[in-house]
Every structure is written in structure tokens, then in C-alpha cells.
């Protein structure tokens, strides 16, 4: 792929890496952003390392072509990924790009920066200063950082043993009323009728077939545990209602650990990030059992965070 280039400056890329979608930016050191691009999954746990570097170098390539920059101006490039959060998954896939881009361009990649996709939310929600960010999609986690600019975590444990709160968790224990419903252990919930419509579910041999046999997403199913919720049906308030305490639990532990009075949280993710029933459920019991906490909207999405660490990392180096 040719470059047509007529900025000489000195840029940054950030670039978000999700598990359904990967956003990349293009900035000046002013921070102002230059060009934007997506394009498919990055999750390379799932996908694999090969299929996610191209992904990447494509991305990097296409940002430079509409910035009209050349790849050599690229002073660091910071990407946040899912499934980055520990030292070995990340460096396993920042050498798989290096690879590919070695061994398909002239040019080379300098600086280049792998963290979790949660660290350049936390920047980008704060602009890089204090906070805590709330992460609830298919799983859940939080992050938090002091004014010293330490690293605090609560969750993300996976789907097994952890991820309270989040999307799987709350699917499952959505399709658990709907079996207790079922076999009369629990009450009639509205859940069983988007059951039937979305998935075909019929009755308990349906349940059963679409869980153990075509291996259901339980996370799909807990946007109509929301909307349920929403229309009023109780077994799905309750279930909400004990993920949004669990989730509360997580905000309290991280709270301790940073030893402020007061902070500053942002919801991120599908689930919250939304005005709806849980949203709106758990900022109600934040107020009624957590002191000193603000819920503010995040200032600018992920990619905007791997920007400002791509730009902490010049500055680094030049100090």
C-alpha cells in the first residue's frame, strides 16, 4: 500500500482493541486528532495472534494514508486490547505485529505500546487524570487510579469464577429463572417470551438443547433481563438488583484501596454506559450505601486514552 504523505510532523496512534471491534486514531503531539478509522475484533485470545496484526498494521497503514503521514513520523503507537491485561498475553501479541510488519513493509514500527483495553478507558474517561472507571459488558471489572498515579484493579476474574454484574453473569442468572419458572421452583417471568421469540424456546428440553448443545451466549440474554426489568417483571429486578450489589462491592473495595474520601467513577461498557433500568438501579444504591462517590460521564472513549499514553511515553523518553 502506498502513502501519499505531506505531513512531516511528529504523531501518535491510539488504538482500541475489543472483542467485536477495533477503533484507531491518529494524533499530532497537540492531541488533536487527524484521521479515525475501524475495523473488525481484536480479541487474539479468541481470534488468534496472526488475524489480529494484520488488523492492526492495516488500521496503522490506513490512518497514515488519510493523515497523509509517514509511518517514520509515527513517534509511539499505544494499543489497548482485550485480553492484554497480563504481561505475557501482551507481549505475545506486540510481537506478533512487530512480525507481520517486518516482514511485509520496509518500514518500522518504533514505540510501540500493549496494554488492556480498561487502562485506556481509564485514561480517556479522566483525560489521564484521578479516577475509577466501572467496565460492565460480557464480564465485568474495575479500574481506578490515585493522584500519584497508581494502578488499582477490583474483579475480572472471568465468567467462572468472577465477572459479577457483567452481561454473562446476569444472562445466566436470567436463564436460570426462566428454568426454576419452568418447573415451578420460581415465579412466571416475561424473560420466557423473548425466549421463546429470539431463540426459539419453547419449553425445558428447548432451554436445555440451546444451552449444553448450541452452546447459547449468555450474555445476549441479558438485554432482555434489562428490558423485563424495565416493564416490571420482578424476577428480573431481583436478579438485577443482587448484580448491582455485587458491583456496589467492587466500588467499595477499590474506594479502600485508594483511600480518598471522595471520587469520581465513569460506567463504561454496554450495559451501563446506557440510560436503563440497571444503570439507574445501581447509581440509586450507590447513593444508598456508598459515600463520596460521583458518577460523571467518561470524557473522551478508549482510543483517545491510548493516545494520551502513547504521548506519556515520548515524554518518558525525554526526560
Known amino acids: 500500500m502506498e502513502q501519499n504523505v505531506t505531513n512531516n510532523g511528529k504523531y501518535v496512534i491510539g488504538i482500541d482493541g475489543g472483542a467485536t471491534k477495533t477503533t484507531a486514531v491518529l494524533a499530532d503531539l497537540n492531541r488533536n486528532i487527524l484521521a479515525e478509522k475501524a475495523s473488525g475484533p481484536a480479541n487474539f485470545l479468541i481470534i488468534g495472534t496472526d488475524k489480529v496484526a494484520k488488523t492492526i498494521s492495516d488500521?496503522?497503514?490506513d490512518l497514515c494514508n488519510e493523515a497523509e503521514v509517514n509511518i517514520n513520523n509515527i513517534e509511539a503507537i499505544c494499543m489497548g486490547l482485550t485480553g492484554a491485561g497480563r504481561e505475557d498475553d501482551a507481549q505475545k501479541?506486540?510481537?506478533?505485529?512487530?512480525?507481520?510488519?517486518?516482514?511485509?513493509?520496509?518500514?518500522?514500527?518504533?514505540?510501540?505500546?500493549?496494554?488492556?483495553?480498561?487502562?485506556?478507558?481509564?485514561?480517556?474517561?479522566?483525560?489521564g487524570r484521578p479516577g475509577i472507571i466501572l467496565i460492565a459488558g460480557t464480564g465485568s471489572i474495575i479500574f481506578g487510579k490515585d493522584r500519584a498515579g497508581t494502578l488499582y484493579r477490583v474483579g475480572g476474574f472471568g465468567r467462572y469464577i468472577g465477572d459479577e454484574g457483567g452481561g454473562y453473569s446476569i444472562g445466566r442468572l436470567g436463564l436460570q429463572a426462566v428454568a426454576k419458572s419452568l418447573d415451578g421452583r420460581g415465579p412466571e417471568t416475561k424473560l420466557f417470551t423473548i425466549l421463546k421469540e429470539k431463540f426459539g424456546i419453547n419449553n425445558a428440553e428447548d432451554l436445555i438443547n440451546k444451552v449444553y448443545k448450541e452452546n447459547l451466549d449468555f450474555s445476549v440474554v441479558a438485554p432482555y433481563v434489562i428490558q423485563c426489568a424495565e416493564e416490571g417483571d420482578e424476577a428480573c429486578r431481583e436478579i438485577l438488583r443482587k448484580e448491582a450489589e455485587e458491583l456496589v462491592l467492587h466500588i467499595k473495595a477499590i474506594k479502600d484501596k485508594i483511600k480518598v474520601r471522595t471520587v469520581y467513577i465513569s460506567f463504561i461498557g454496554g450495559l451501563l454506559s446506557a440510560e436503563n433500568y440497571y444503570s439507574k438501579l445501581l447509581r440509586k444504591i450507590i447513593l444508598q450505601k456508598v459515600e463520596g462517590v460521583n458518577v460523571i460521564l467518561p470524557e473522551h472513549p478508549p482510543a483517545y486514552g491510548a493516545v494520551l499514553l502513547a504521548m506519556d511515553s515520548i515524554e518518558s523518553e525525554a526526560s
Do not use: C, P
Open 59 to 61: 488500521l496503522i497503514l
Open 93 to 127: 501479541i506486540k510481537n506478533a505485529v512487530l512480525d507481520y510488519w517486518n516482514k511485509n513493509y520496509s518500514s518500522q514500527i518504533r514505540n510501540l505500546i500493549v496494554t488492556s483495553d480498561a487502562r485506556i478507558a481509564l485514561e480517556g474517561a479522566f483525560s
